[in-house]
């Protein structure tokens, strides 16, 4: 369940330091609680870890549900508000909300890797070593599957299939996922050549840390910065836009909106949607900057 305390307290500092009216706290509060809920759908419990792209998400999800510019401004007014509340009591280091504004949010789709990026990124792993070998394994998983960092952690051994090409999600909405070959190598030479060395005894989960435990969400976000700075990638990668760029290219090359939806875990399709249409945005790029009449 995600963390709502915060969403109380802040309710609170409404009502009782900045004597705001009811409807004010009304909307604020709802808004904030509207947002909880998207980040709960994505797998994250506190907001100590939304990103900028969750927030540009969320607003390309109203967007797309039709909610009205007035609607979204106010949203947007709302959560930049409550962010900076929490900067200011210590709970974020920084306001993620801080450069956006909903005209701004319009103009930019999520995030996505490049193909080239994606391979380059891949490639930096030493899977002869234990530790880069387990790091292969993470990262060619995430992006064969598009799912949620919480999900890829929360992952057993006996949750993964190499003969059938499947694994079984269980930690977000419960779903089977097929993987790509090479995913399956990645996974494979992990568990034959590196976990059992790794692991420690009676130890469930697939991917562990040095202590041999379950890796936490923590390190593998740390993992990732250091391969995405090994490769060159002049922007940060987290698992976020891994798994944006797992929808991108996806339908670039023809999936369908539905079985997309079914792979991320969606509930509502409007979640999916936004990847088609920040899809079409960069095809639309990408033909006015090469076409020699565009």
């Not at 070959?181 to 840390?209: C, Y």
């Not at 379950?214 to 993992?223: C, N």
């Amino acid at each position: 369940m995600f963390n709502t305390k915060l969403i109380d307290e802040y309710r609170n500092y409404l009502s009782d330091d900045r004597k705001a009216s009811l409807n004010t706290i009304s909307s604020y509060i709802c808004d904030i609680t509207k947002f909880s809920d998207y980040l709960w759908s994505e797998g994250k419990t506190d907001f100590f870890d939304v990103m900028e792209d969750d927030v540009l998400l969320f607003i390309s999800l109203l967007e797309n549900k039709g909610r009205s510019p007035a609607t979204i401004s106010r949203c947007v007014a709302s959560l930049k508000a409550f962010f900076s509340y929490l900067t200011e009591k210590g709970v974020v280091e920084c306001n993620p909300i801080l450069g956006i504004s909903s005209s701004t949010a319009e103009k930019k789709p999520p995030r996505i890797l490049s193909g080239k990026d994606v391979v380059r990124l891949l490639e930096q792993p030493d899977d002869k070593d234990p530790k880069g070998c387990r790091d292969k394994a993470m990262i060619e998983t995430l992006y064969a599957t598009g799912i949620r960092v919480s999900e890829l952690v929360a992952l057993n051994e006996s949750d993964v299939n190499l003969a059938t090409r499947l694994i079984t999600c269980r930690a977000g909405r419960e779903r089977v996922i097929p993987i790509c070959a090479t995913a399956v190598r990645a996974i494979g030479n992990f568990i034959s050549s590196a976990r059992k060395n790794m692991a420690a005894p009676g130890e469930l989960a697939l991917f562990v840390n040095t202590s041999g435990s379950r890796m936490s969400r923590q390190g593998f976000w740390k993992v990732l910065k250091s391969y995405s700075e090994k490769a060159g990638i002049s922007s940060d990668i987290t698992p976020q836009i891994l798994r944006h760029s797992f929808a991108a290219h996806l339908l670039e090359n023809g999936a369908d909106l539905r079985s997309l939806q079914e792979m991320l875990g969606h509930a509502d399709i409007s979640s999916t949607q936004v990847y088609a249409k920040a899809v079409k945005r960069h095809l639309k790029e990408v033909y006015q900057r090469t076409h020699p009449r565009a």
